[in-house]
């Protein structure tokens, strides 16, 4: 499913672009989709790897990134893509109660509500204090 990239035709508008990447095929895939059904124009991959092309190809308003697979990965994610000289709003999500998140590192669980991570992709992607602001997860 590398690259894949998923628009759904239907009467809703387009709310904002997406870059989706997780190595989970199945957070994948079901986010992939109602997100789409959803109205956003999703672009995802399941390497790491590819995330910084992505971003610079597509531009999205916002970037979800699988915290889980690799740390080490995540922050690398992170930093190449604060370091871009536009900005992109970012959200990890993570199989970690919140609660228990570094107070420097906020994290949306990746299976909460698909409601909830709509009205976070929403806020991130309007973008409180001017649009594409960089967040890690709830505020």
């Not at 759904?8 to 190595?23: H, I, K, N, T, Y």
């Not at 959803?38 to 190809?57: A, K």
């Not at 990746?110 to 929403?122: N, T």
Request: net charge positive.
């Amino acid at each position: 499913m590398r690259g894949v990239r998923v628009q759904l035709e239907s009467v809703v508008p387009l709310r904002s672009r997406v870059v989706l990447a997780a190595r989970d095929r199945r957070f994948l895939r079901v986010t992939s989709f109602l997100l789409a059904r959803e109205g956003f124009l999703v672009n995802s991959t399941r390497r790491l790897e590819d995330l910084l092309g992505m971003v610079q190809r597509h531009r999205p308003d916002v970037v979800i990134l699988d915290g889980m697979d690799s740390l080490t990965m995540t922050a690398r994610a992170l930093v190449e893509i604060e370091a871009l000289p536009y900005s992109v709003a970012v959200l990890v999500v993570a199989e970690v109660p919140e609660a228990s998140s570094p107070t420097s590192l906020r994290l949306l669980h990746k299976w909460s509500s698909f409601d909830r991570l709509v009205q976070e992709v929403e806020r991130l992607s309007d973008g409180v204090k001017g649009k594409g602001e960089i967040s890690h997860g709830l505020a």
